[in-house]
T-cell receptor, first 115, second 116 residues
Framework: KAGVTQTPRYLIKTRGQQVTLSCSPI?????VSWYQQTPGQGLQFLFE???????NKGNFPGRFSGRQFSNSRSEMNVSTLELGDSALYLC??????????????FGEGSRLTVL | DQQVKQNSPSLSVQEGRISILNCDYT??????FLWYKKYPAEGPTFLIS?????DKNEDGRFTVFLNKSAKHLSLHIVPSQPGDSAVYFC???????????????FGKGTLLTVNP
């Protein structure tokens, strides 16, 4: 069974540009979450999508946005990039179980560097 | 305000000994706790979890203990192996996560180094 796939794995942008990251969840998983990991800050929740609807949103500015398609694939976009946006962006999907335990399956991440 | 805290940024132990990683939380609405392991250049992988109705869960060499009154949980690895060297994240979910268990609140992680 293929895992969570994120593209691109690495990218470099300059301040003011915008970036779009893509995530394909595990087949059958309908919930997709995005997290930002920076040194010293751990993983911080960005947002979560289920059936093309944003169900949860973290405390990030409006420059961070996302969407989910009918096939559960998700994209996140960051506009007007700032140096502080340099981070590893992780996508995770959740199985459609009734337990709602919060167990997530993570991709390998997209490493964004803003110069 | 950090709701999940891992106060030890790093921990070093000898192979074969016990590794104990600690985690504290502040939000009493959390009802499910998880540990994830992360190697460099890889995404976090789920390790073990515990529901708030239990105080212990064991899976092979890994045991998680939950002390609800102290809002504290710990991960024990016995015996520790060099392959266990990684960053370990504590995470919590529940109504305290904004009403949905699909949002995890993570600690900042503890780097475990197991020396041969």
């Amino acid at each position: 069974k293929a895992g969570v796939t994120q593209t691109p794995r690495y990218l470099i942008k300059t301040r003011g540009q915008q970036v779009t990251l893509s995530c394909s969840p595990i087949s059958g998983h309908r919930s997709v979450s995005w997290y930002q990991q920076t040194p010293g800050q751990g993983l911080q929740f960005l947002f979560e999508y289920f059936s093309e609807t944003q169900r949860n949103k973290g405390n990030f500015p409006g420059r961070f946005s996302g969407r989910q398609f009918s096939n559960s694939r998700s994209e996140m976009n960051v506009s007007t990039l700032e140096l502080g946006d340099s981070a590893l962006y992780l996508c995770a999907s959740s199985p459609p179980t009734g337990a709602n335990t919060g167990e997530l399956f993570f991709g390998e991440g997209s490493r964004l560097t803003v110069l | 305000d950090q709701q999940v805290k891992q106060n030890s940024p790093s921990l070093s132990v000898q192979e074969g000994r016990i590794s104990i990683l600690n985690c504290d939380y502040t939000n009493s609405m959390f009802d499910y706790f998880l540990w994830y392991k992360k190697y460099p250049a890889e995404g976090p992988t789920f390790l073990i979890s515990i529901s708030s109705i239990k105080d212990k869960n064991e899976d092979g060499r890994f045991t998680v203990f939950l002390n609800k009154s102290a809002k504290h949980l710990s991960l024990h690895i016995v015996p520790s192996q060099p392959g266990d060297s990684a960053v370990y994240f504590c995470a919590a979910s529940g109504l305290g996560s904004g009403g949905s268990n699909y949002k995890l609140t993570f600690g900042k992680g503890t780097l475990l180094t197991v020396n041969p």
